[in-house]
């Protein structure tokens, strides 16, 4: 079953006067597990779809089905909780709350699912352990290295078991190092069967996925499968 | 049901981390709810306090009793006019007193002011109540030492005195007067009993607690002539609700005793303690609500503070908003959190206020009467939290309907 069906959609924004169409015309479906790269310069429109593909905004036209139902429509109450059940963010400078710590970072998504607190607390406790933090539980953002947190904010993308970890340009604040670890981390959630919509304009961190997909001027340029593609252990290797 | 509490307690989580991260500026903003918290409890108290003096000084005043006076308390007629009727006399009052058949009791009043000394000891200008035994039936008066004068004393104008309590303390500090010879003016009088207190300040002269009690005739006898005179006849009725059957029969015997022709005005008036009730309402009316609202006006100010300092707090968080929208919070997540976040700054401010004016109004009430009571209380702190809840309103909504993707943008 397809978890992203995107049929003909387009962005128009209105800039004073001037009209943009930040995406024209795209058609798109991605699968259960697959792991996707979404490339092109500034101003291609990757930024724009990956708002809408996060249902963070909502097409001017076409249709959006998410696991079949169509988002495209739908009220901003309606859109927080797909947000909140469907999708895990991972951004770019993190976007931690800095006030809280590590455990209460992560334990957010499941406070607005309504999650009990002990519940939530031993999911939020696991999602850290397995991004290798245990005892980190209690930093806050500002006592926590580059790495860390954005390891955080993928243990708060996974607690809630999303269908998709969406990430915009995951390792774009941090040295080549440890993007490469997290990059890494990625390929084992991946590993774990969960779908990865990573966006970028790193070529050698797009080679991480499966597929990628090439916007230019708000189109779809390219879209194939990877033949050649990084292994975790950062080799070239045949698919 | 479980999401509502959940983000319930998380948005009152992050509003008490926003104000403990933010002391200085909570501290700041609180102090204008503080303030106008204060100010407006310690004005309710106060406006209570004297309500609760003006109505036991009133009640002391009796609301079965009748002044049938030569002069209006309250009324439109012009004061020449009054000046103009003639007098009351002591034989009116005998007249009414065996015509009238309602009263409890009737008695004729009429006051002077003189000085009362005792000793090194003086007190000035004080209201000298002259009357017959009787009078003491037309009032509530209970004794902390010795009696009222009697009849007979009363009728042969014995020089003797029931003193006020005010008077006694001041004379007597030690609470030794009965049967001490004080002299009025240049007169000896015997106190013959010492009142307890009776009614409040704000009755000033008129209250019993100042005022000395002699037999009528030895005011003539001494201070006033008696043709010059007028006095006032204090009738008191048998009880409250036949008040006005009462006062219906002594206008009526009242005007036959003048001679009055149907078509003439009364020239006299009879009073009631109920046209000082509505003459105090009407004045003091005035001033509690021009004292609520200027109150009232700070505590707006404090309002517009908590507004201001709201709308910074989601500029500077726009982000935070942003991150949270993006990982689920609803509209209604964010609107609850900043709503919070107001009303406990207004909570903390109000209760501080709170605490503060009862303070304050206990010192005060050395002076003037206050009057603290649960219902302020409860009214405190349910109108802090209302303005909490209005003055966040505007910056919570401005929250909520922040766009995700301008938002986690925003720097």
């Not at chain 1, 990956?50 to 696991?67: E, H």
Request: net charge neutral.
């Amino acid at each position: 079953m397809n978890i992203i069906d995107i049929e003909h959609i387009a962005k128009i924004y209105q800039v004073g006067t001037e009209e943009v169409h930040a995406l024209q015309d795209v058609s798109l479906r991605i699968d259960k597990n697959e792991y996707v790269a979404i490339m092109g310069p500034s101003g291609s429109g990757k930024s724009t779809l990956m708002n809408m593909l996060g249902c963070l905004d909502t097409p001017t036209s076409g249709k959006y089905l998410f696991k079949s139902e169509n988002v495209s429509q739908m009220s901003d109450n309606d859109l927080a909780t797909i947000r909140n059940r469907e999708i895990g963010f991972v951004f770019q400078t993190f976007n931690l709350l800095p006030r809280s710590d590590a455990l209460h970072n992560v334990e957010l998504p499941l406070i607005y699912a309504g999650m009990s607190y002990l519940d939530r607390k031993e999911r939020a406790e696991q999602a850290l352990a397995d991004v290798g933090l245990s005892d980190r539980m209690h930093h806050k953002p500002n006592e926590l290295s580059g790495g860390q947190r954005q390891r955080v904010a993928i243990a708060r993308a996974l607690v809630t078991k999303p269908s998709i970890i969406l990430a915009d340009e995951p390792t774009g604040n941090l040295d080549s190092k440890t993007g490469e670890e997290i990059m890494q981390l990625f390929h084992e959630i991946h590993a774990k069967g969960n779908t990865i919509i990573l966006v970028t304009h790193e070529e050698y961190i797009a080679e991480h996925a499966l597929r990628i997909i090439r916007l230019k001027d708000g189109l779809i340029e390219n879209d194939e499968v990877v033949s050649k593609r990084y292994t975790p252990n950062g080799n070239i290797a045949a698919e | 049901m479980g999401n509502i509490i959940f983000e319930f307690k998380e948005g009152l989580f992050i509003a008490l981390r926003a104000l403990k991260a933010n002391k200085v500026r909570s501290i700041l903003t609180m102090l204008g709810i503080f303030i106008g918290i204060t100010v407006v409890v310690l004005m309710s108290t106060a406006i209570k306090g004297i309500d609760n003096s003006f109505q036991k000084g009133i009640s002391a005043l009796g609301s079965d009793v009748l002044y049938i006076d030569k002069w209006a308390w309250f009324s439109n007629v012009e004061w020449w006019k009054m000046r103009n009727r003639r007098n009351i006399t002591m034989e009116d009052y005998k007249k009414f007193k065996d015509s009238a058949k309602l009263p409890l009791a009737v008695a004729p009043t009429l006051s002077s002011r003189q000085t009362i000394k005792f000793g090194d000891r003086r007190v000035d200008n004080v209201f000298l109540n002259g009357s017959t035994s009787d009078y003491v039936k037309t009032t509530n008066f209970t004794f902390a030492q010795g009696r009222f004068y009697s009849d007979v004393e009363s009728n042969s104008s014995r020089q003797v005195v029931v003193l006020g309590s005010e008077i006694a303390k001041e004379l007597f500090p030690r609470g030794d007067a009965i049967d001490k010879n004080v002299k009025i003016g240049k007169e000896s009088f015997k106190v013959v009993g010492v009142l307890t207190e009776q009614g409040s300040f704000i009755l000033g002269p008129f209250n019993p607690d100042n005022r000395a009690y002699v037999p009528i005739g030895t005011i003539f006898k001494n201070f006033k002539t008696m043709h010059r005179s007028t006095v006032t006849i204090t009738v008191r009725a048998k009880n409250p609700a036949l008040v006005e059957e009462t006062k219906i029969e002594a206008e009526g015997v009242m005007r036959k005793i003048r001679g009055l022709k149907y078509d003439e005005p009364n020239d006299f008036s009879i009073n009631q303690q109920e046209g000082l009730m509505d003459n105090y309402n009407s004045v003091v009316g005035v001033i509690k609500i021009a004292g609520l609202f200027i109150t009232g006006l700070s505590l707006f100010v404090g309002a517009i503070g908590i507004m201001n300092i709201m709308f910074v707090s989601v500029r500077e968080r726009t982000r935070e908003i942003g991150i949270r929208k993006a990982i689920g919070a609803k509209k209604r997540t964010i609107l609850t959190q900043f709503l919070l976040e107001a009303s406990a700054i207004c909570v903390v401010g109000g209760i501080a206020g709170l605490i503060a004016a009862v303070i304050l109004s206990m010192i005060i009430n050395q002076f003037i009467p206050t009057s603290v009571q649960v219902d302020v209380v409860i009214i405190a702190i349910g109108v802090s939290l209302l303005t909490g809840i209005l003055s966040g309103i505007a910056p919570a909504y401005t929250a909520a309907k922040l766009d995700p993707v301008d938002s986690l943008r925003y720097e």
